[in-house]
C-alpha cells in the first residue's frame, strides 16, 4: 500500500516536467521558470510540512510540490547552449549535472547536521526556500536573449560573432 502512495508525488513530477516544458516553451520565459520553479517547490514542502498533522492534506501539498520538481532542469539543458557556444554547452551540461549530483550528496549532510546541533528539521527546509530565493533572483538576472526563440539567438549570436570575430561566446 505504501509502494503505491509513493507513487503518486512521481506521478506529479511526471505530469509537471511535460506541462511546465510546454508552457516554457509557448511563453518563452525561461530564466522566469527555471528560478520560479525551486521557490514554488520548497513553498509548498514548507506548506506539506505546517499541515503534516493532516497526512491527506500534506500528501495533496507534497504532490503539489513534486509538480515543480524537474521544472528547472528542463529550462536550464535548454539555456545552457544560449549560454555559450554549442561546442561548450556540452561541457556546461557535464558539470552542471555533477554539480546537481554533488548538491545531492551534500544537501542531506547539511540537513542532518542542522537537525542534530539545533534538534529542528523544519529549520533546514527554511533555510532551503532561503536559498531557492536567492536561485530565483539570480536567475531574473541572466541575459534576455534567454527567454527568445532558439532562431531569433542564432541571429544575436551572428551579429554578436561579426562584431567580434576574435572572441568566442
Partial sequence: QTGWLSMI????????VLTLGAISDKTQKRRLFAGMCPV??????LLAMVFQSNPFLSMGILCVACFFLQGTGTNVMVMLPRLMSPEKAGSARGILNMAS????????????YIQD?????????YIIFVFCIIGLVISLTLPNHLNQKAEDIAVILKEEMAGNPSEEL
Fill in 40 to 45: 514554488l517547490f520548497s513553498g509548498f514542502l
Fill in 101 to 112: 549530483n554533488l548538491g545531492g550528496l551534500i544537501a542531506p549532510l547539511g540537513i542532518g
Fill in 9 to 16: 508525488p512521481n506521478i506529479a513530477v511526471f505530469i509537471g
Fill in 117 to 125: 546541533t539545533t534538534g529542528n528539521m523544519q529549520l533546514s527546509w
